[in-house]
């Protein structure tokens, strides 16, 4: 399974975007899914998770209070809403979801199923 991110952009020092996930073709709403992103010459870390049923999320301290992980059933489709965005949170944004493991995974090493990447930069 190919997951499909989209939203990504150049936005300015406190703005906001929006990224979205989808199951190219494949219901994958009910996996548990994640965001992680990476930045030029750091390792990929999590940003935020989200289990099966959409019930219990999980945030990165750097982004709490800033992002919100979601999901939408009838859409198939997870976000993340990235508000107050400040440079350090540039990167290439990966979705990833997991058929069997849950609830909430926070270790890339969970994942079964990766997105492409969707570049976020901001500008100062």
């Known amino acids: 399974v190919r997951l499909v991110e989209a939203g990504g952009g150049l936005v300015q020092l406190g703005g906001s975007l929006r990224l979205s996930c989808s199951g190219g073709g494949r219901t994958v709403i009910n996996y548990a899914m994640g965001w992680f992103r990476q930045a030029p010459g750091k390792e990929r870390e999590l940003v935020a998770a989200?289990?099966?049923?959409?019930?219990?999320?999980h945030h990165a301290d750097s982004v709490k209070g800033r992002f919100t992980i979601s999901k939408d059933s009838a859409k198939n489709t997870m976000y993340l809403q990235m508000n107050s965005l400040l440079p350090e949170d540039t990167g290439v944004y990966y979705c990833a979801a997991d058929p069997r493991r849950g609830p909430l995974l926070v270790k890339i090493d969970d994942y079964d199923f990766w997105g492409q990447g969707t570049q976020v930069t901001v500008s100062s």
């Open positions: 989200i289990s099966r049923t959409g019930s219990s999320t």
